[in-house]
């Protein structure tokens, strides 16, 4: 079912122990059955309802925020989700509901010392679009950097062969990275726009052209953009919108 796109395996799971899945005419009861490919999946309508409630929040994420689990004292991203730090921009017309936390989760990481726009969802097919083995959703960064001594007109001092292996030839724990579009926005800041998502990418791939990270905001993922909405403050994905 997770395969077909239909749900999440969490939700496959739940829609199974809640009967609301037939193969073949006949009402699946057992967790992790195997079923042919020529054989039929229906889903109750209950459960179309039940995913359709589901919520996807995005937040734009302030420096000392966790993504996931709280660590080392600090605390995670999704406190900030609450009725006071709702955007009074947010066009998406939901109002907010304690319900709305339940089962709410990060969909990608965005470091503790980074910030920028951070997706927490309670649905698995968003999850999976964006995090999945064959997610090929690509994500935009701007990010300022020093090069040694210099803090302001780096692009006239950094190597164009540097900025070529920015984009293309270099490996992280001995795996090849893929292609990034990587460019300079203006003097001191990057445009960097990537299609995975290693631990720390970004500035390690800076450290390895001579390069230190001082500032990295995520400014988009795929075609959602984290536009005016202010630093901790969070709003709702709109039914128009899709990454």
Same mark, same amino acid.
């Given at each position: 079912?997770?395969?077909?796109?239909?749900?999440?395996?969490?939700?496959?799971?739940?829609?199974?122990?809640?009967?609301?899945?037939?193969?073949?005419g006949?009402?699946?009861?057992?967790?992790?059955?195997?079923?042919?490919?020529?054989?039929?999946?229906?889903?109750?309508?209950?459960?179309?309802?039940?995913?359709?409630?589901?919520?996807?929040?995005?937040?734009?994420?302030?420096?000392?925020?966790?993504? *996931?689990?709280?660590?080392? *004292?600090?605390?995670?991203?999704?406190?900030?989700? +609450?009725?006071?730090?709702?955007?009074?921009?947010?066009r998406?017309?939901?109002?907010?509901?304690?319900?709305?936390?339940?089962?709410?989760?990060?969909?990608?990481?965005?470091?503790?010392?980074? +910030?920028?726009?951070?997706?927490? +969802?309670?649905?698995?097919?968003?999850?999976k679009?964006?995090? *999945?083995?064959?997610?090929?959703?690509d994500?935009e960064?701007?990010?300022?950097?020093?090069?040694?001594?210099?803090? +302001?007109?780096?692009?006239?001092?950094?190597?164009?062969?540097?900025?070529?292996?920015?984009?293309?030839?270099?490996?992280?724990?001995?795996?090849?990275?893929?292609?990034?579009?990587?460019?300079?926005r203006? *003097?001191?800041?990057?445009?960097?726009?990537?299609?995975?998502g %290693? %631990?720390?990418?970004?500035?390690?791939?800076?450290?390895?052209?001579?390069?230190?990270?001082?500032?990295?905001?995520?400014?988009?993922?795929?075609?959602?953009?984290?536009?005016?909405?202010?630093?901790?403050?969070?709003?709702?994905l709109?039914?128009?919108?899709?990454?």
């Amino acid at each position: 079912m997770s395969e077909l796109g239909l749900c999440s395996r969490r939700e496959a799971d739940e829609w199974i122990e809640r009967g609301w899945v037939l193969v073949d005419g006949q009402r699946a009861d057992t967790l992790g059955i195997k079923i042919r490919p020529d054989q039929r999946i229906e889903v109750d309508p209950a459960a179309r309802a039940a995913q359709a409630r589901q919520v996807t929040i995005l937040l734009h994420k302030p420096v000392g925020y966790v993504s *996931g689990q709280a660590e080392d *004292g600090y605390p995670p991203a999704v406190t900030l989700v +609450t009725g006071a730090n709702h955007w009074d921009g947010d066009r998406a017309g939901i109002r907010f509901s304690p319900l709305h936390l339940r089962t709410l989760a990060p969909a990608g990481r965005l470091d503790i010392d980074s +910030t920028g726009l951070l997706v927490l +969802t309670q649905d698995g097919r968003v999850a999976k679009q964006l995090i *999945g083995e064959q997610s090929d959703i690509d994500k935009e960064y701007l990010v300022r950097v020093t090069y040694g001594d210099l803090d +302001t007109d780096i692009d006239r001092h950094f190597p164009a062969e540097s900025l070529a292996m920015l984009r293309h030839g270099l490996s992280l724990d001995d795996v090849p990275l893929k292609a990034a579009m990587v460019s300079w926005r203006n *003097g001191e800041q990057l445009r960097f726009v990537l299609r995975e998502g %290693k %631990k720390r990418q970004i500035r390690r791939m800076c450290e390895l052209v001579g390069l230190k990270v001082v500032g990295l905001k995520r400014v988009r993922m795929g075609r959602v953009l984290l536009g005016a909405l202010p630093q901790g403050q969070w709003r709702y994905l709109t039914p128009e919108e899709s990454f």
